[in-house]
């Protein structure tokens, strides 16, 4: 398979360039691909809001885009690392699903950066030719979303959380230099979160049904799940996690309610946002419960024992320590939020 890629090269730095891949002009031969090359206008493809220098598109043999696993009949997984974004992962850290229906594709959660983006669409194309009608975002971290304009220039349809619009707008600026600093301007070049998002509404890729559910606050304020009715896979996002420590950027009673109403969805497998690609319901949530329930304890002993929040944040949770990867990354901040929202029950 051939694709069609432009250069992008930094305005204040023209030596600093990546290759961007055009979605959507995939063809079986080179001279085919040529042909379209020819006839395409560029600036009106990419747009004029740019920082950067555009140079000419040129056909190359498509790269093999990123691993899926499949879980599931017509459904598969991208397992991202457990890390924090870097320039060798470009912000591959968060899991990646992909459903196949008899007519149209949905992925679901689209990488850290547009390179991840590329490549989880390039894995895609060479699974199934049928076209990617959407791209479902489970929530507004920056590591699930900054893919999303790959598959919008695909011609996908993006769905998200009815907070997500406004979330993304309060935080994309803050997240772009977070993830321009980690992942490098290089890798970064081209990534954006300018895309047009719309309400979940169930979606039918043919013969299969997903069923979207926006979620009340629990890990963020924009958690969305996927469920599958063809295979009862439920796509958890970051309301479930594996491995990598939970992080909590929303409501820690909100998502240990939310996790008993995901209990009872009677899932055959859930599909979390960070660590295996797929988990059985109960065993996959019983490490969540335990840590969050751990965070609640500590924090309502600390409260109970008068403690100011400096002082406790440096031990509620501490005793989870041993089940978590990054768990010194995050522990503190989750500890911070638990106590600023127990505190004022
Ligand atoms: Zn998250």
Redesign the pocket.
């Known amino acids: 398979m051939f694709e069609i890629v432009v250069s992008l090269c930094l305005l204040n730095d023209p030596d600093v360039c990546r290759l961007r891949l055009l979605p959507g002009f995939e063809t079986a031969t080179a001279e085919r691909c040529e042909a379209i090359r020819e006839s395409l206008a560029i600036d009106s493809h990419l747009g004029t809001a740019m920082d950067f220098l555009v140079n000419e598109a040129a056909c190359r043999a498509m790269p093999e885009g990123l691993e899926l696993d499949e879980i599931a009949d017509g459904i598969f997984v991208h397992t991202g690392e457990i890390s924090e974004a870097n320039p060798a992962n470009l912000g591959d850290i968060a899991n990646m699903g992909v459903v196949i229906g008899d007519d149209t594709i949905a992925v679901i959660d689209a990488g850290g950066s547009h390179a991840v983006g590329e490549a989880l669409y390039r894995a895609v194309r060479r699974k199934s030719r049928l076209p990617i009608s959407h791209l479902i975002l489970t929530?507004v971290?920056p590591?699930?979303i900054f893919g999303a304009s790959v598959f919008a220039e695909a011609g996908a349809r993006i769905v998200g959380h009815p907070n997500l619009v406004p979330a993304l707008k309060d935080r994309q600026q803050t997240y772009l230099q977070t993830f321009t600093s980690e992942i490098g301007t290089k890798g970064f070049i081209g990534t954006s979160a300018d895309i047009s998002i719309e309400q979940p509404v169930d979606i039918d890729l043919g013969g299969r049904t997903l069923t979207l559910t926006a979620w009340p606050m629990a890990?963020?304020s924009t958690d969305l799940t996927v469920l599958d009715d063809r295979t009862g896979t439920l796509f958890a996002?970051?309301l479930l996690f594996d491995g990598h420590i939970p992080?909590l950027?929303g409501s820690l009673t909100g998502w240990q309610s939310v996790l008993d109403d995901i209990e009872t969805l009677g899932a055959a497998r859930i599909v979390p946002?960070h660590g295996r690609p797929a988990l059985r319901p109960a065993e996959g949530i019983a490490p969540l419960r335990l840590y969050l329930q751990a965070l609640e304890n500590d924090t309502r002993q600390s409260l109970d024992a008068g403690q100011r929040m400096s002082e406790a944040v440096y031990h509620i949770g501490l005793d989870q320590e041993h089940f978590w990867d990054l768990f010194d990354l995050y522990n503190t901040r989750n500890a911070t939020v638990a106590f600023t929202e127990l505190e004022w029950e």
């Open positions: 929530h971290h590591d699930h890990h963020s996002g970051d992080v950027d946002g």
